[in-house]
């Protein structure tokens, strides 16, 4: 049958062209590295979600902006399942409030698991991205996307899109307050950022705010797009 035989070929591939996204990525773990070399059930995963992650994330995975539960919908995959092993492998700690739930949730023997981590980043991957994220005031979107495309343009993409290669995470449709959190983390020193980069090019407090507004405001089709 040589249709099923290209199917299963063109997944062979995809499996090993994550493999070696994963494995490019400073925060990849053995865990993730095993997870990209399976074959995604994305029904299994959104299963998963509904059990394990939608009492926070909600059914959309749409997140909560006010209280900075990011949007996963839509996120990179790549990206996802390395975040989620940090989380398992305590990697990432995430926030004081959420991040001892965070790692509590994906402690079950149903979802520690490199399958479970492949099925959860599938069906969240394909999952239709946020449409209602929080935003800012709006009075400084000129700045923030001056400091946009000076500090994140060139890892992010100009429209918050993300890549595959490396796993660099989406930022477009995520909302402000989560954006806010994440940048006085990495100015703080108490999230790490990518190795080499300046935390101080996001600038002080007001720059921050106004990156976030600005970015909350991306969508995957807004490149060009002014604020």
């Not at 299963?47 to 949007?71: D, F, T």
Request: proline content about 6%; some cysteine; hydrophobic content about 40%.
């Amino acid at each position: 049958m040589p249709h099923a035989n290209i199917t299963l070929s063109a997944a062979a591939r995809a499996a090993l062209a994550l493999a070696a996204l994963l494995a490019a990525a400073a925060v990849a773990t053995d865990l993730a590295a095993s997870a990209a070399t399976l074959t995604a059930d994305a029904p299994h995963g959104m299963v998963l979600y509904i059990k394990h992650c939608a009492s926070c994330h909600g059914r959309r995975a749409w997140g909560n902006g006010l209280q900075e539960i990011p949007a996963l919908a839509a996120q990179r995959e790549a990206y996802l399942i390395a975040q989620l092993a940090n989380f398992i492998d305590s990697n990432r700690r995430g926030s004081e409030l959420h991040g001892p739930a965070m790692h509590d949730a994906l402690q079950p023997p149903d979802v520690n698991r490199a399958q479970a981590l492949r099925d959860l980043g599938a069906w969240l991957a394909r999952a239709p991205p946020n449409r209602e994220p929080e935003h800012g005031t709006g009075e400084a979107l000129a700045a923030g996307k001056r400091v946009y495309a000076n500090a994140c343009a060139g890892c992010h993409g100009s429209s918050g899109e993300g890549s595959d290669q490396p796993p660099v995470p989406a930022l477009a449709s995520q909302h402000y307050s989560y954006l806010l959190a994440q940048l006085r983390g990495f100015s703080s020193g108490t999230r790490a950022h990518v190795p080499g980069l300046d935390v101080r090019i996001v600038g002080a407090t007001d720059q921050q705010q106004a990156l976030a507004d600005y970015t909350s405001r991306l969508t995957r089709a807004s490149a060009t797009s002014e604020p």
